[in-house]
């Protein structure tokens, strides 16, 4: 069973910046288009960027030019580079497969951008 854990969120003032990292238990991010998602209180869940096992990376509209995501295969992680933060970028931000696998979904990571 495969466990992913988010971390790296925390309560940061508009503007600022956060990188979030994601841990697996075992070497998936070599064989898996990997993604980070995020989800509103209220809201669905919604793919925020994904990066394929050639590095090849896609943003949502709304966090381009902002959100930059890596990974690093030999570590078994996976990060997010937040810039630029702002409200509407808050919620729990979570890493998985895209598209997702039920089964992995962890806790996630709160992210909270004050005004």
């Known amino acids: 069973q495969v466990q992913l854990v988010e971390s790296g969120g925390g309560l940061v003032q508009a503007g600022g910046s956060l990188r979030l990292s994601c841990a697996a238990s075992s070497n998936i991010f070599s064989f898996h288009v990997m993604a980070w998602y995020r989800q509103a209180p209220g809201k669905q869940r919604d793919m925020v960027a994904t990066?394929?096992?050639?590095?090849?990376?896609n943003y949502a509209d709304s966090v381009k030019g902002r959100f930059t995501i890596s990974r690093d295969n030999a570590k078994n992680a996976l990060y997010l580079q937040m810039n630029s933060l702002k409200p509407e970028d808050t919620a729990v931000y979570y890493c998985?497969?895209?598209?997702?696998?039920?089964?992995?979904w962890g806790q996630g990571t709160q992210v909270t951008v004050s005004s």
């Open positions: 990066i394929t096992t050639g590095g090849s990376q």
């Open positions: 998985n497969t895209y598209p997702g696998l039920s089964a992995w």
